[in-house]
């Protein structure tokens, strides 16, 4: 069963900066692409980054420039480096990967890391 774990989520101040893991249980070349969803109080899951199996990368326009993904294929992991964070940043990030085979697209969640930014 493929499972997607996040960690480093916590509390930081304005300005700071956090990196997001999400560990797959197996190989991230499993999936056609990997991403960062974030749900805030009171709003939409919204996608943050996204990067492909041809590490093609894509950002949210409120996070460009501040946050990068990448990922580490040896240990299967998938980071997102969190820079000059806000307070808007504040929400639960969801590790997401997608697998698409005989062309029905699988979505795969992790539980959730909770990130916030205050002072």
């Known amino acids: 069963q493929v499972r997607l774990v996040e960690s480093g989520g916590g509390l930081v101040q304005p300005g700071g900066s956090l990196r997001l893991s999400c560990a797959a249980s197996?190989?991230?070349?499993?999936?056609?692409?990997m991403g960062w969803y974030r749900r805030a109080p009171g709003k939409e899951r919204e996608l943050v980054a996204a990067?492909?199996?041809?590490?093609?990368?894509n950002y949210a326009d409120s996070v460009k420039g501040r946050f990068t993904i990448s990922r580490e294929n040896a240990k299967n992991t998938v980071y997102l480096q969190m820079n000059s964070l806000v307070p808007e940043d504040t929400a639960v990030y969801y590790c997401?990967?997608?697998?698409?085979?005989?062309?029905?697209?699988?979505?795969?969640w992790g539980q959730g890391t909770q990130v916030t930014v205050s002072s």
């Open positions: 997401n990967g997608i697998i698409i085979s005989s062309s029905v697209t699988t979505n795969y």
């Open positions: 197996g190989s991230i070349f499993s999936f056609n692409a």
């Open positions: 990067i492909t199996r041809g590490e093609s990368t």
